[in-house]
């Protein structure tokens, strides 16, 4: 089991910046990668960005050149960050951590936060 903590949410205006993060603890050791969504109301949950544990990334198309998400291995924590610069108002939604667990079998768990809102107001 994974569990994990968010925090970093808010409200901002147009062009400012928020650093979100996630804290995962428990079964650390087999986690195969981490990640943010975000659902924005009335949308679908959407990729923001990811980061493997080998320090792959994949960025959403709309936050190239804009987000950059980190990790910070501890000795019993996990932590990832998603640095989000130049804010727009589209950005406004609930941002979710995610971590993918692959045990040894080569199935994977998903894990998700409990969300934090990020309003951009214009």
């Known amino acids: 089991q994974v569990q994990l903590v968010e925090s970093g949410g808010g409200l901002v205006q147009a062009g400012g910046s928020l650093r979100l993060s996630c804290v995962a603890s428990g079964s650390i050791f087999s986690i195969n990668a981490m990640g943010w969504y975000r659902q924005a109301p009335g949308k679908q949950r959407e990729l923001v960005a990811a980061i493997t544990s080998g320090g792959g990334t994949n960025y959403g198309d709309s936050v190239k050149g804009r987000f950059a998400i980190s990790r910070d291995n501890a000795k019993n924590t996990v932590t990832v960050y998603l640095q989000m610069n130049s804010l727009k108002p589209e950005d406004t939604a609930v941002y979710y951590c995610?971590?993918?667990?692959?045990?040894?079998?080569?199935?994977?768990?998903?894990?998700w936060g409990q969300g934090t809102q990020v309003t951009v107001s214009s």
């Open positions: 995610n971590v993918v667990r692959r045990v040894q079998s080569g199935r994977t768990y998903d894990y």
